[in-house]
């Protein structure tokens, strides 16, 4: 279930987003944030039922690489150069335990004037893989992508341009995602991350 929350328009800077991927890489492939209160989202999430989990295949069906994930999808951004953000059904669910962890990170490392345009939980699943890609949609020329992983392990590798990190709980990260990426859990234990992606100087949520 999804209604449009809103609409962005990134119109001036079509030409400037079509030709950002490797200007707006970031120098550090994994740029640690530091450590957030993570556990009111992680408890949240915790309670979360199968049928949440299945409920919507939205990445799944658009992306090859996250076959082996399921979500659960709070806010989504679609299209370019207007971009429309969606609230799903984890926004109702989650929202008050997530938007909370969200603005706290963006005061302490962002403009305050800016937009949440995706976020959602991501599981990948035990044994499983993420091949190796990068994220192409415009947006992510122009915005920050922070993963807050919630569960977790030291087997866990994610890889960005050939660099191996093993991201802990608890702490907030962002992520190169423009670059190539991949990641890998071969333990018998799900990984579950809640990402965001924040676009500064934009519409607030």
Request: hydrophobic share 40%; net charge negative.
């Amino acid at each position: 279930m999804r209604a449009r929350a809103r609409l962005l328009s990134y119109s001036g800077q079509v030409d400037v987003a079509a030709n950002a991927r490797n200007a707006m890489k970031l120098a550090e492939k994994l740029k640690v944030l530091g450590p957030v209160n993570h556990l009111p989202l992680k408890t949240a999430m915790l309670a979360a039922t199968k049928d949440e989990w299945l409920e919507e295949q939205l990445r799944q069906k658009s992306f090859d690489v996250h076959a082996k994930t399921h979500s659960i999808i709070l806010l989504f951004a679609e299209g370019w150069p207007d971009v429309q953000i969606s609230r799903h059904s984890g926004w109702n669910r989650y929202s008050a335990q997530a938007l909370p962890l969200m603005q706290d990170i963006i005061r302490r490392h962002y403009s305050r004037q800016g937009s949440i345009i995706r976020a959602m939980f991501a599981k990948l699943l035990a044994g499983k893989s993420i091949d190796e890609h990068f994220d192409d949609h415009p947006t992510f020329t122009i915005g920050h992508r922070i993963h807050v992983p919630l569960v977790t392990n030291e087997q866990v590798r994610f890889v960005i341009d050939g660099e191996d990190y093993n991201l802990k709980e608890g702490i907030a990260y962002e992520v190169s995602n423009l670059d190539f990426h991949y990641v890998a859990n071969p333990s018998e234990e799900d990984r579950v991350h809640f990402i965001f992606d924040y676009v500064e100087d934009g519409a607030a949520v």
